[in-house]
């Protein structure tokens, strides 16, 4: 019998030793599992933390980049507005001009674009000197060999300036033509004297 107990006794023993490392085994796994779960986690929080300060910056770019467009923007608008108030400063000064200077420019303006024998339409301003300005011209006119102008007289469609009329052809010497036209040509030198030192222009 007691040959019985002690084989019993060792089998209990070896079995407890088994369930023994049976749980180490467990242990061990279970650890190695959330070691490795960790690791993954880790990682895919880190390539997660990594999206997100990619698209922060990404969005930090476009934000910077429409910034400075929209600032670009306005610097172009308010040079563009800056222009257009120095021309119409411009057409102003030409429109307050009198006496012999205002004079020589209507002289100017039909001597530089008549060919002869137009008709020159005056505005109501220019009435009472129309005659005046048509004989002038036609005395430079005739040293060219060109036909004569005639006075067409005061023409409430005309602001100020001159029309030149020829048949169906007439050509606008109004202020506001004037400008217009000499605008693109001009628009360099201003901007130069307007923004010198401010960066390149538009």
Do not use: H
Request: proline share 2%; charged share 30%.
């Amino acid at each position: 019998m007691q040959g019985m107990d002690r084989i019993a006794a060792r089998i209990a023993e070896e079995a407890q030793e088994e369930v023994r490392r049976q749980e180490e085994s467990a242990k061990q796994q279970a650890y190695d599992i959330l070691s490795q779960a960790k690791a993954e986690a880790e990682a895919a929080y880190e390539a997660r933390m990594e999206e997100s300060r990619a698209a922060a910056e990404e969005i930090r770019r476009r934000a910077l980049s429409t910034a400075k467009l929209d600032a670009k923007k306005k610097a172009l608008a308010t040079k563009q507005e800056l222009l257009g108030q120095a021309f119409a400063k411009a057409r102003e000064k030409l429109a307050a001009m009198q006496g012999a200077a205002y004079e020589s420019f209507l002289l100017s303006l039909i001597e530089g674009s008549a060919e002869g024998g137009e008709t020159v339409c005056f505005s109501a301003r220019d009435e009472a000197i129309a005659e005046r300005i048509v004989k002038a011209a036609n005395d430079r006119l005739a040293k060219r060999g060109a036909a004569p102008v005639n006075n067409g007289g005061a023409d409430g469609s005309v602001p100020d300036g001159l029309i030149l009329k020829k048949g169906p052809v007439e050509q606008n010497l109004t202020l506001d033509a004037i400008v217009r036209a000499a605008r693109p040509g001009l628009t360099p030198a201003a901007a130069e004297i307007l923004f010198r030192g401010n960066g390149d222009e538009e």
